[in-house]
């Protein structure tokens, strides 16, 4: 797919205007509102990620790139603020002081570096890496916030990373259902034992991934675990 440098250019403010408004409504239920962190930082990563999805579908890579440049604008001016602006405030966790500013950066990194491998290696599977990416795992930390008893610690740098059982559990359920609806567009699907069992692997699976993946890094595994998956079994 080839596109005009117009239509990508549009694309590129889309971003921007996605990006702005959603950090700017995440920083207002953060700091006016007293919404935890660990809400308003995954509704801006389900909005980003899900966007992504979509663009993809449309546009190709080509437009996720243009997207994701515009994207990055209002998100490297929030780092450039640094505390108490109300972009930095929707998505700087409390509890990454005082690497606050590092585990904003390095979710971005991975984000990257798992969309342009997927691209190259997985091209198939790469709107399953997005919806994953920016459905089950954006659950996962509000529920393990909300409802979050059993806590088990997760690779980190610099701070203390805690994930919880509940919040894992909440990724298998999420994966299952994204899985499920995906594959009965599939033109080989069939309701059997078979298909059923690849999915239920594959939600076990990137729930597992999800669970050991270094803190600040899931962006990069669960987008490429699924994507690497899903081009196995489906295309």
């Known amino acids: 797919m080839s596109y005009s440098w117009p239509q990508l250019l549009s694309i590129?403010?889309?971003?921007?205007f996605i990006a702005a408004a959603g950090l700017a409504g995440c920083g207002y239920l953060a700091r006016r509102r007293g919404t935890p962190t660990g809400?308003?930082?995954?509704?801006?990563?389900?909005?980003i990620f899900l966007?992504?999805?979509?663009?993809n579908g449309r546009f190709g890579f080509a437009?996720?790139?243009?997207?994701?440049?515009g994207a990055s604008l209002p998100l490297f001016y929030a780092l450039l603020r640094g505390d108490g602006h109300l972009f930095?405030?929707?998505?700087?966790?409390?509890?990454?002081?005082?690497?606050?500013?590092?585990y904003i950066l390095i979710p971005y990194l991975a984000t990257v570096a798992g969309g342009v491998l997927n691209?190259?290696?997985?091209?198939?599977?790469?709107?399953?890496g997005y919806l994953?990416?920016?459905?089950?795992?954006a659950i996962a930390e509000p529920v393990g916030v909300r409802f979050g008893r059993r806590r088990y610690r997760a690779p980190g740098w610099g701070v203390s990373a805690e994930r919880s059982w509940e919040g894992s559990l909440s990724v298998f359920l999420a994966s299952l259902v994204i899985l499920s609806a995906a594959a009965v567009f599939q033109p080989e699907f069939s309701l059997g034992v078979a298909q059923l069992t690849v999915i239920l692997a594959m939600s076990i699976l990137i729930s597992l991934v999800e669970a050991i993946s270094p803190h600040g890094w899931d962006n990069f595994t669960l987008q490429l675990v699924p994507a690497a998956m899903w081009s196995l079994f489906w295309n």
Do not use: M, Q
């Not at 809400?39 to 909005?47: C, D, G, M, P, V």
């Not at 437009?63 to 440049?69: I, K, P, R, S």
């Open 12 to 16: 590129c403010f889309f971003g921007v």
């Open 39 to 47: 809400y308003t930082r995954k509704i801006f990563h389900a909005l």
């Open 51 to 55: 966007s992504a999805a979509g663009i």
């Open 63 to 69: 437009g996720v790139l243009a997207f994701g440049a």
């Open 88 to 102: 930095y405030e929707a998505i700087a966790r409390e509890k990454d002081r005082p690497h606050r500013s590092f």
């Open 119 to 128: 691209n190259w290696l997985f091209p198939g599977g790469v709107t399953i």
């Open 132 to 137: 994953i990416t920016g459905a089950a795992d």
